[in-house]
């Protein structure tokens, strides 16, 4: 039982760590971008490339945050701009074209082998810690679960109190405004872009990390993360800690149902969470507890 | 040289021409009034010379530089400020923030925020406050002092007294009158007549999109800017 | 002197007739293909029609109720599925492939009471998780075995030429009645409540349409016809595996056909399937590279071109090609009048 408790919530810190970057953007420039699964496995491939050219990973993870920034620059300058100028359809449409794109070009580069990062890191990916009372913990679920913390805080912090994360808020809320006040809203907007996919780079570690990987992996990690982000709710990036915290422990009562339940606990979760929210239902609710009070 | 020189300013809005052939010119230190009906184009010609309407033509100098080709930044960043109507402050964002917002120009000048503060004293408890949450003069503050944060040469006032109590628009123009002494050039949007009368160097009646009069203060009434506002040409 | 205008209101025209009988030409043909090409012809010309019905629908969806969703092979895998079933409990594979469109619009009906109260991104994401769901839960069925999948064995009742003839027949007959459908809906007043959503949908809710029936109406008719389009394929193909019926491919096909032709015209979406069809005929074989193309137009189309290739061709028509509004013509005419 504590076991189930303890993985589940590591299971969550990853799940936080997929989530930051579609949550980020999200909130900052209202796209839904159906490409972030993709472009983090485009950034797995990435650390797995430098890691056979014998460039120790941390160093790899340096040098694809900085190339996935620029990417997401280039991308927002390229593609976002134009799509997000044409109504709340557009942006939907031209990430999921390029999701396809993605998948394919990574198909027909690296194949369709499953990969892992796990030879990169020596013995990490099956050390563990040992708890009182005989549970083993993962060292490496240990550590993307503290990933993804300072990450949520580094982000948290950016946007509250440095002049750059203003300016982006600036440019979400506003864009006509923050022009006005001297803010290059183009700018800022690419540079927005560039940090959701250098969060990217994190998640992809974790995920190359973990398990095995392909070319068209991105649409698992995108739901996962999408289905932490509405379950979290927007706002803070803290709640979409919460929501993954929540998605992973579906899972894994779902899986202790039944073999096949894990899938199907975090999609039934994530319908229970979105139908709560309709309003029709929420007034059903207040009604029926209106009229017990007066019962 | 003046501060700001707008020549020839039209604005269309789709197929509506909302400002036609316009011009001004306002040297340091100097308050010019435009006033005018609802719809006479004055808020359009504001955005037009701020950059921030982009269906409009004309040239804009700023301290001799032409502007007239750049987009909205840079022209804050040359030192062209607007004060917009409605003053879309940043609602969740506090006051000091908002203020720092203002900062984004990366001008060199006096202004910080404990400027700010000094002039409009009543800001400075209000540090921590979302904009969000202030009254309408308390905003009307903030977006000036916003403003004012770029350290702009030139700063344009779209309806500053629009909505607030007597005490907040002598505040207001208290605060507006020592940045003159300081040398900026103010285009200020002003429904009051008297108001226009008594604080401008010039003054500038829109009808229709364009210019129906231009007098100094000193040489007209409120009744004749009244109407000429309304397109009756005084005798 | 004093200008009169009168003012005709029409619908329909030269340019209207003339693609009236384009179709029918093609219905003919198509109709008529067991006879001229054999078993092959056949099969592909049913890829076509599931192409078409796809294209139109997904069209319906994002165009007219401004829903896009990633998860509309939630009916098309759905449909499949049941057929087999009902096959499989000894219904005629025939009746089963029109009981699983009935059942594909009950689905829609369920799904729409919950699913229309999200918007954008949520209900896009919203629809690909309820599609993942139901792919999960076909994999749990032991007739099923996962991903290892069935066959329609049933229709080994039939000889292969019969019933490639009558799948082919039966899909054009259900093309037809989903494209009349769509265009009945669309000249009803339900219609014009559809293009004011599509235009402003805060500004209609103003003027009085209830916006959730509207879309509700084009969301049942959208899943009706995709999940004909599964039940349809699978008679075709036979072969009945999860993947290939839920896999986000199709998203992407829809996507492709429907940029391509032209967003939130009917004429659009048949170009745009017609065109899709010829591409993968010619580049299918391409595997993955062929995708990345397919993406690669789309994206470009989103873009640079968002009205499609409809956008560009309709405006210089005389008239409408599908005739959804009203022509009107003002004939100015002068005249002296006498006090």
Redesign the interface.
């Known amino acids: 039982m504590m076991g189930l408790v303890i993985s589940a919530a590591l299971l969550g810190g990853y799940y936080a760590i997929l989530a930051t970057g579609l949550a980020f953007m999200?909130s900052v420039m209202n796209i839904?971008n159906?490409a972030h699964g993709a472009l983090i496995v485009l950034a797995a491939y990435g650390l797995y490339v430098l890691g056979t050219q014998g460039i120790a990973l941390p160093v790899g993870i340096v040098v694809m945050s900085v190339a996935m920034f620029a990417f997401g620059m280039l991308l927002h300058k390229t593609?976002l701009s134009?799509?997000s100028g044409?109504g709340?359809?557009?942006p939907?449409?031209?990430t999921?074209?390029?999701?396809?794109?993605l998948?394919?070009?990574m198909?027909?580069t690296f194949g369709a082998d499953n990969l892992s990062l796990a030879p990169f890191v020596g013995d990490l990916s099956w050390a563990s810690f040992e708890l009182p009372g005989d549970i083993f913990v993962g060292q490496l679920s240990v550590y993307i679960l503290v990933a993804a913390l300072i990450i949520i805080a580094l982000i948290e912090t950016l946007m509250r109190r440095t002049d750059l994360g203003r300016r982006i808020q600036a440019t979400s809320q506003d864009r006509a405004t923050a022009s006005l006040l001297g803010i290059n809203t183009g700018r800022t907007a690419a540079i927005a872009t560039g940090i959701a996919l250098a969060t990217g780079v994190f998640a992809a570690t974790a995920m190359g990390l973990r398990s095995a990987w392909g070319p068209y992996s991105g649409?698992a990690q995108l739901?996962f993360a999408?289905?932490a982000v509405?379950i979290g709710g927007i706002g803070s990036m803290w709640r979409v800690l919460i929501g993954a915290m929540i998605l992973a422990f579906a899972q894994s009562i779902g899986a202790a149902i039944h073999p096949?339940g894990f899938?199907?606990g975090g999609?039934?979760t994530?319908?229970i969470v979105?139908?709560y929210r309709?309003?029709?239902w929420r007034n059903a609710i207040a009604k029926f507890r209106q009229a017990r009070v007066q019962a | 040289m003046s501060t700001l020189l707008a020549q020839n300013m039209s604005a269309t809005h789709g197929q509506l021409t909302a400002v036609h052939n316009v011009s001004l010119s306002l040297e340091p230190g100097e308050m010019l009034f435009l006033v005018g009906a609802n719809g006479a184009g004055k808020t359009t010609l504001l955005r037009t010379i701020a950059g921030d309407h982009v269906q409009g033509s004309g040239e804009i100098m700023l301290s001799g530089v032409d502007i007239s080709d750049r987009p909205a930044h840079l022209r804050a960043r040359a030192g062209l400020a607007l004060v917009p109507e409605g003053r879309r402050l940043f609602p969740d964002m506090t006051v000091r923030e908002n203020l720092m917002l203002g900062a984004s120009t990366s001008r060199e000048g006096p202004w910080s925020v404990a400027a700010i503060f000094e002039a409009f004293p009543n800001l400075a408890k209000l540090d921590r406050a979302m904009a969000g949450k202030l009254s309408g003069g308390e905003q009307q503050a903030v977006a000036i002092g916003r403003a004012l944060m770029g350290d702009p040469v030139a700063i344009m006032l779209d309806e500053v007294s629009l909505g607030l109590s007597p005490a907040a628009v002598d505040l207001a123009y208290g605060a507006l009158r020592k940045t003159r002494d300081m040398g900026l050039a103010l285009l200020v949007v002003e429904q009051d007549l008297n108001r226009a009368i008594r604080e401008a160097d010039q003054i500038i009646v829109m009808c229709e999109g364009r210019v129906a009069l231009r007098v100094r203060p000193q040489d007209t009434t409120v009744a004749a800017l009244a109407a000429a506002s309304f397109g009756q040409v005084a005798a | 002197m004093m200008t009169q205008s009168l003012i005709t209101v029409t619908r329909g025209g030269a340019t209207a007739q003339i693609t009236l009988a384009l179709l029918a030409v093609a219905a003919l043909v198509l109709a008529g293909l067991p006879w001229l090409s054999g078993i092959g012809g056949s099969g592909r010309a049913v890829a076509l029609l599931v192409y078409i019905l796809l294209a139109v629908m997904w069209n319906a969806l994002?165009g007219f109720a401004?829903l896009?969703s990633?998860g509309q092979t939630l009916f098309f895998g759905v449909a499949a599925y049941i057929t087999i079933r009902l096959a499989d409990a000894g219904v005629d594979p025939y009746v089963a492939i029109l009981l699983a469109i009935a059942a594909g619009a009950l689905l829609g009906w369920i799904t729409s009471l919950?699913m229309l109260?999200?918007?954008?991104?949520?209900f896009?994401?919203?629809m690909?998780?309820?599609s993942?769901?139901a792919h999960?839960?076909v994999?749990?069925d032991p007739l099923i075995q996962g991903e290892t999948g069935t066959s329609l064995i049933a229709l080994n009742a039939y000889a292969l030429e019969t019933r490639s003839a009558w799948t082919l027949w039966l899909a054009l007959a259900v093309t037809v009645a989903v494209l009349a459908a769509l265009v009945v809906l669309l000249r009803s007043r339900t219609g014009a409540a559809i293009t004011a959503i599509r235009d402003d949908e805060i500004g209609s809710r103003s003027i009085g349409v209830d916006v959730i029936r509207t879309k509700r109406i084009v969301f049942v008719l959208a899943a009706t016809g995709t999940a004909a389009a599964g039940a349809l394929w699978l008679a075709s193909n036979t072969t009945f595996q999860p993947r290939a019926y839920f896999g986000?491919q199709w998203?992407?096909y829809m996507?492709f056909m429907v940029?391509v032709g032209g967003?939130g015209r009917i004429e659009g979406a048949l170009i745009g399937a017609l065109l899709f069809f010829v591409i993968e005929t010619l580049f299918g074989a391409f595997g993955?590279?062929y995708?990345?193309g397919?993406?690669?137009v789309?994206?470009g189309f989103?873009?640079f071109l968002?009205n499609g290739i409809w956008g560009w061709i309709g405006p210089r028509l005389p008239g409408e090609a599908i005739p959804t509004g009203y022509l009107i013509t003002e004939i100015n005419k002068t005249s002296r009048e006498e006090n």
Not at chain 1, 96 to 101: L, R, T, V, W
Not at chain 3, 117 to 122: D, K, P, V, W
């Open positions: 999200y839904i159906l593609v134009r799509a044409g709340e359809l557009l939907l449409l031209a999921f074209g390029i999701a396809i794109i998948d394919n070009l198909f027909q649409s739901l999408f289905e509405v096949q899938l199907i999609h039934l994530f319908l979105v139908f309709l309003p029709t | 994002a401004g896009v990633i919950f109260s999200l918007s954008g991104g949520e896009a994401i919203g690909w998780v309820l993942s769901l999960l839960c994999n749990l986000v998203t992407a996507l940029l967003l993955a590279w995708l990345v397919l993406g690669a789309a994206v989103a873009l968002p």
